[in-house]
């Protein structure tokens, strides 16, 4: 049985990328890490990436980056769960490291009232993610339902954060559900920017 905390609380600190990490992928990740926390103890460590890849117009950079800018299955970052975690469809998540990958919701009557938005991390056992590169997404539901044991592709939703500070945030979104918002620099060909992150760490709306 999944225990509901109560307090929840987040810090940067520097820990060390876990051995589960393919290389390829090590590389492309910060040093620094967020580490969620609850009454319990820590819920969940996230390894971002240095820099995010975007495509986008000088005009979208200036009116502030979106989900959108970011190419469909790009490697976000690295999340270690120390214990069994729910994710936003409450499916069970073994305690342990997964890639995330972002992805679009796709319009089904399943997936209708399921969420506020419609943008998503997949989980994928770290193990089998053997480089960053983009990939299919018929590849990426694969290799995400490895995380669930089924079909189903693990998922993480994913909050707007417009305008994120310089530190990470937690924030209430209502149901249980807390957002970590942090601040990510992206690569836009040889231009840099920043963009906001809002990763959900606890809830969902299926309760």
Known sequence: MLCIALMFAVESAT??????????????????????????????????????????????????????????????????????????RKQEIAAGVYTLRIATQPPSADHEGTAPTTDFCLLVPAAKDAKPDTMSMKALVELSGESTGGTHPGVVLLFPNHKPDPAPKLAAKGKNVRVLNIKCPVKVGDASATMGLGVAVSGNYLE
């Open 15 to 88: 820990v060390a990328v876990p051995d589960e990490v393919q290389g390829p992928i090590r590389v492309v990740l910060s040093d620094g890490a967020c580490r969620v926390r609850d009454d319990q103890g820590t819920v969940s460590t996230f390894w971002f990436r240095k820099e995010l890849p975007a495509t986008a117009t000088p005009e979208q950079i200036k009116n502030g980056l979106t989900y959108r800018e970011i190419a469909s299955t790009t490697l976000i970052g690295v999340v270690k769960f120390e214990r069994p975690w729910l994710d936003f």
